[in-house]
């Protein structure tokens, strides 16, 4: 099984934060956003992690290496310019040889336990589906939400009942993407709508801690939070 980190944002909500040092480096309790990731992958078997970056991705790499200081083979995606959620991945979807994989925002954070990462994969094959989502409940940001989701895991668009935000934490196959042009900036959500439409995709309701890391207020919120006994 391999993963992949989404680091590639500019982060101008972060600014003035962002303008020297890219998100994904920013410390949480004296850690780098995407360590924690790192850390919680590797501690769960996947060890075989992809990252794509843009601005200031050298220091990303400076600061990660091979990734062999955190038990993990790191390999890197580096964009000339953003190319979106989708368009970062389709250049990067060779990394993945065919199997379904896992795909992180680097700005988010949360304590879900990605041991059952292998397992979901195994599924989603097995139902001939395109994408599962991790899903959470709306936070005071984003209070309309994203998708539905119904009794037995089937994701679906808003109608009018009670919808869920989704996490930036997905297990996508790579014939999610193989319409795209690699080099290309193209958004996941138009992706996703359309596999929702043929009712491929599936996903779960996650009540554990989660937190889009988007502007210094929540990274000093979630510093917080981390540093209660």
């Known amino acids: 099984m391999r993963a992949m980190i989404l680091a590639a944002g500019r982060g101008e909500r972060m600014r003035p934060l962002t303008d020297s040092c890219p998100k994904p480096l920013l410390r949480v309790r004296g850690v780098p956003l995407i360590t924690w990731h790192i850390r919680h992958l590797v501690k769960a078997g996947i060890t075989d992690i992809m990252i794509n970056h843009a601005w200031l991705g ?4 400076a600061a990660l290496g091979d990734g062999a200081q955190e038990g993990a083979r790191i390999a890197y995606s580096p964009e000339t310019r953003p ?3 989708a ?26 336990d990605f041991g059952h990462v292998s397992e979901l994969a195994a599924a989603l094959t097995h139902e001939q589906r395109l994408a599962w989502l ?15 989701l119904a009794d037995h895991g089937q994701v679906g668009m808003p109608d009018g009942s009670t919808t869920l935000t989704f996490s930036g934490i997905g297990i996508y196959q790579p014939k999610l993407f193989t319409g795209l042009t690699k080099g290309k900036p193209a958004p996941l959500a138009p992706l ?6 043929q009712r491929r995709v599936s996903g779960m309701h996650y009540t554990g801690h989660w937190v889009d890391v988007g502007t210094p207020e929540r990274l000093a919120q979630l510093d917080d939070w981390l540093s209660r006994p």
């Open 58 to 61: 050298a220091q990303i790499e």
């Open 83 to 85: 190319l979106e959620t």
């Open 87 to 112: 368009g970062g991945i389709a250049q990067a979807l060779a990394f993945f040889e065919d199997d379904p994989f896992l795909v992180v925002n680097g700005d988010v954070w949360c304590d879900w």
């Open 134 to 148: 991790l899903l959470v409940d709306n936070p005071p940001h984003h209070p309309q939400g994203d998708f539905t």
């Open 192 to 197: 996703l709508r359309a596999a929702i439409a």
